[in-house]
């Protein structure tokens, strides 16, 4: 037996029974029991009463026990009519008179005679009074019996033992249906999991499935179908990312293979300039390279980084030397802003001035001569280093920004230089990451843009 929905269906049907037999044997108990107390409690009565009729009329208890021996079907109620014989009563009695003498008894053990101590008249007796006298006790006990057949007692007894029965039969017809129903309503959405998990396997990556309920399995079937779309997004994205890596390797070697092919076949002859530009095309190939190592040993968390206190303000100042003769070039202003009395923070300082570069290269590409690049350093509201590299170039379209960090992306592809891989800002933000920091991007068309690196004061 394999299916879950058969599985749970027998465990509610097993469980309803079970309930319904428990319920239907405590009925039935608690019935007996009242009725064993109604039928005592009418014998009780009917008994008092004949005992009170024999003394009023007798005015003693003189020849009490002869005639109840004698006269086995004398137990009468008000108005003289015939009790059931004794041997067949509900209950045995003893009688004891007022000086606490027994009198009569139907119970094993006691004997007329003995006189019974103060004490025990207190203990399940009834007194026995007339005309505000009291004349004596009467002890009653229960003797259990099953009624006759076709007697009242029995009708009653047959009938609620049957409505138990039925309903105990009821109960489980009604176990069996909404199990069968709620086992079916678990087990649906399990089924569409496991037929989605299925398409998945075969390459249908982004499968969704109905979202039912809000409980577990509702949580569950919201967490697959993002893991879904996630796994969709990133095949994807490493589709993407194989097409644009054969993309960019491609003219580089193509122009390698071309030049290499037409020096070894004597069509071109060695110069200075075709070795420079072999030269410049091997470097971007290796550079390319590095840039995917790179960005694969982030991906791997396996980014060596050798962290210690650094002097922020110096990095900075070291990062516009660096620049100043392309920014003289460009025609764009360079200049460094720090914070005064700026505490050591600790990074790799290598990888940090790598994202800067790169940071501060792509904002030469988009400033206009004449612009301006500001760099500078702040402590946060939370303690933590910000980093900004700020220019007043074109700024980054709205469309455009989400995608800023995505591999491979151009905004404008028309701009860009042969030589860029396309993974300067993805390295960047690795590298970010890698420090447990972030790395967030403003820009406005026209009024330029603002990259932002925040890290964590530990």
Request: charged share 20%.
């Amino acid at each position: 037996m394999r299916s879950l929905t058969v599985k749970l269906t027998l465990a509610f049907l097993i469980i309803g029974v079970t309930g319904a037999l428990l319920v239907a044997y405590f009925i039935h108990q608690r019935t007996r029991s009242a009725f064993d107390q109604f039928l005592l409690s009418r014998e009780e009565q009917a008994l008092v009463a004949a005992l009170l009729e024999y003394y009023q009329v007798n005015g003693s208890w003189d020849g009490i026990g002869a005639a109840l021996l004698s006269r086995p079907r004398m137990m009468m109620q008000g108005g003289g009519g015939m009790m059931r014989p004794f041997e067949n009563a509900w209950t045995r009695f003893t009688l004891v008179d007022r000086d606490r003498t027994i009198l009569f008894s139907l119970s094993a053990g006691e004997l007329s005679g003995d006189h019974l101590p103060a004490s025990e008249l207190k203990q399940g007796s009834v007194e026995l009074r007339v005309d505000g006298e009291t004349v004596g006790w009467v002890f009653l006990t229960a003797k259990r019996r099953l009624p006759s057949t076709g007697t009242p007692e029995d009708v009653f007894l047959r009938g609620t033992n049957r409505a138990a029965l039925i309903s105990a039969l009821i109960a489980t017809l009604l176990a069996l249906g909404l199990g069968g129903f709620l086992a079916f309503g678990l087990t649906r959405s399990l089924r569409e999991l496991t037929h989605a998990t299925e398409e998945i396997a075969q390459g249908n990556y982004g499968k969704q499935v109905a979202v039912r309920s809000k409980d577990e399995l509702g949580v569950l079937a919201v967490s697959f179908n993002k893991m879904s779309s996630d796994l969709a997004n990133a095949v994807r994205s490493r589709r993407q990312m194989t097409a644009d890596i054969a993309h960019e390797l491609r003219s580089p070697l193509t122009v390698l293979s071309g030049y290499a092919e037409a020096l070894s076949e004597g069509k071109l002859k060695g110069s200075p300039d075709i070795y420079q530009v072999l030269h410049q095309e091997t470097r971007h190939l290796s550079r390319m390279i590095e840039d995917l190592r790179l960005l694969s040993l982030a991906d791997a968390g396996e980014l060596t980084l050798l962290v210690h206190p650094v002097d922020v303000c110096a990095l900075l100042d070291q990062l516009v030397t660096r620049h100043s003769v392309t920014a003289g070039e460009k025609g764009i202003g360079l200049r460094a802003g720090c914070q005064p009395h700026l505490p050591r923070y600790s990074f790799d300082p290598e990888r940090m001035a790598q994202v800067l570069d790169n940071l501060v290269t792509n904002a030469f590409r988009y400033t206009p001569r004449g612009g301006h690049i500001q760099v500078g350093a702040r402590t946060g509201s939370g303690g933590e280093l910000l980093l900004t590299v700020q220019d007043n170039g074109s700024g980054i379209a709205a469309e455009d920004l989400a995608h800023i960090f995505d591999r491979f992306y151009r905004a404008d592809a028309a701009r860009q230089s042969g030589q860029e891989s396309g993974l300067g800002l993805s390295i960047a933000r690795s590298i970010v990451e890698a420090h447990r920091g972030k790395l967030s991007v403003e820009s406005r068309l026209g009024e330029g843009t603002t990259f932002t690196i925040a890290l964590p004061a530990t």
